[in-house]
């Protein structure tokens, strides 16, 4: 299979390979042999393979746990392509580590997120394709060609083959997340509401109010990221002491670290779709109560486009 900008090339690092199998196969391509390795001291190093000189190269990597591993593997991988003599580099980032240090959140406090875009841009990406930022201006923190693709539509699929509408009503975890909850349930046609939380200190929160009748209805939170779970398990107990019938859960990036599992597991949640943006651990996979939705075939597609100056945004038309 060929692009425009060349042969196509599919290059993994070491963060999610069960998925970058899974898009190679989309595409009907093999992954390009590389070797991503560690020295004894832990520095990374990567050789690739094959001839990838005047090919469209797409390095799928999310810089997901451990981050700053992930991230550098990306940064000398596309050192290595740029080396190669890769026509072009598309970074595809599943998930993009750092999105939430998107502003600064006190005195004297990074931007990591443009740090982040701009190590990449200054590796040699020529363009970025990633899934549900955390906040969508932080395209603009890269100064090359940026796709933010979005798992709305496998959800919508998903949620339409398993509720009944007439009886579903989709929640907002928090208030910034209200223009994502209101694009879903625009899409399935269901009421929304709100959980008002005030967050005491990072990786806690507390749920005070909840905008909005829920009672009767299967409640269905929608957002882009968990990680402690702690959001989502007030939410939805919350959600169940305002008359809810069952509290469901649709998230696009599962960090789920520390004992997030086991608290999702315990909690008032019917059931936590993720997608496998970020590779489950053991913990998350054993979970009883935790799905996960496969996103390759739209990262395929996507891959596809871009590789034959498709549009891209036409997939969520």
Do not use: W
């Not at 042999?33 to 990374?44: Q, S």
């Not at 694009?183 to 990072?202: F, M």
């Amino acid at each position: 299979m060929s692009g425009k900008n060349g042969s196509i090339k599919l290059v993994a690092g070491n963060s999610n390979p069960a998925l970058a199998q899974a898009i190679a196969q989309g595409l009907d391509l093999p992954l390009t042999k590389a070797v991503v390795r560690r020295f004894a001291d832990m520095e990374i190093f990567v050789e690739i393979q094959e001839n990838v000189r005047g090919s469209d190269a797409f390095i799928i990597q999310s810089t997901s746990f451990p981050a700053n591993d992930h991230l550098m593997e990306l940064l000398i991988i596309t050192d290595a392509l740029r080396r190669s003599s890769a026509r072009r580099i598309t970074a595809v980032l599943p998930y993009f580590g750092y999105a939430r240090q998107d502003r600064k959140s006190g005195s004297r406090t990074p931007i990591s997120a443009k740090l982040v875009a701009n190590l990449i841009t200054q590796a040699g990406v020529d363009r970025v394709m990633t899934l549900d930022l955390h906040a969508g201006q932080i395209q603009g923190f890269f100064d090359i060609p940026t796709d933010n693709l979005y798992a709305a539509p496998l959800m919508v699929r998903d949620i339409k083959d398993k509720f009944d509408l007439s009886k579903t009503m989709v929640i907002s975890p928090d208030v910034g997340g209200v223009a994502r909850a209101r694009g879903l349930a625009k899409r399935i046609n269901t009421p929304l509401a709100i959980v008002d939380k005030r967050r005491e200190r990072a990786g806690e929160s507390e749920v005070m109010n909840v905008i909005g009748d829920v009672a009767g209805y299967t409640c269905i939170l929608i957002d882009d990221i968990v990680d402690s779970g702690g959001t989502l398990v007030n939410a939805a107990d919350a959600l169940i002491a305002k008359g809810a019938k069952d509290v469901y859960a649709y998230i696009t990036h599962g960090v789920l670290s520390g004992g997030a599992a086991a608290r999702i597991t315990n909690s008032r949640l019917k059931e936590l779709v993720i997608t496998d943006s970020i590779l489950p651990t053991e913990a998350v996979t054993k979970a009883p109560n935790i799905r996960t939705l496969p996103i390759a075939s739209l990262i395929s597609d996507a891959i596809a486009r871009t590789a034959a100056e498709e549009s891209v945004s036409s997939l969520f038309d």
